[in-house]
Structures are given as C-alpha cells and as structure tokens.
C-alpha cells in the first residue's frame, strides 16, 4: 500500500514530475517506511516512468515492494 500510494500521489498530482530520484518516509500501520521514487523520461515526453521501491525505514537496503507505474503530463 506504501508504494500504491505513493504512485497514486504522483499521478493525482496537477506538476509535471521533473526525472530524478527522491528519497523519504512515511508513516502507515504504526511503522515508519523508506520510500525510494526514481522517475525517468520515456521516448514520449509527455510520459514518465515511475519507480517506487520500499522498505522498513531502519533497513532501507532490505526493500519489501517495488512497484512501476507511468505518469501523463496532462
């Protein structure tokens, strides 16, 4: 749910998501999560490749879900 979540606030979100990698944590369920989204261009440039990869915040190399998605610029 960490990693769905975190797609869906990008694809919900009204920017455009500039490529590159962003580190962070969330709270969900009473634990703290790493969340690791790395964004890249695709031969469309209206569309974004979205990488979101998670795992417990205090075993960040340990990631527990990956999950691929596609972000549209309009």
Not at 16 to 41: H, I, K, L
Not at 47 to 72: E, M
Request: charged share 20%; net charge negative.
């Amino acid at each position: 749910w960490v990693a769905d979540n975190q797609l869906s606030d990008l694809q919900l979100s009204a920017a455009w998501v500039p490529p590159g990698v962003v580190e962070g944590e969330v709270a969900m369920a009473n634990q703290s999560w790493y969340v690791e989204t790395r964004v890249t261009a695709t031969a469309d440039p209206d569309l974004a490749r979205v990488d979101v990869a998670v795992a417990l915040a205090q075993a960040r190399r340990a990631v527990l879900s990956r999950l691929t998605g596609f972000v549209g610029r309009y």
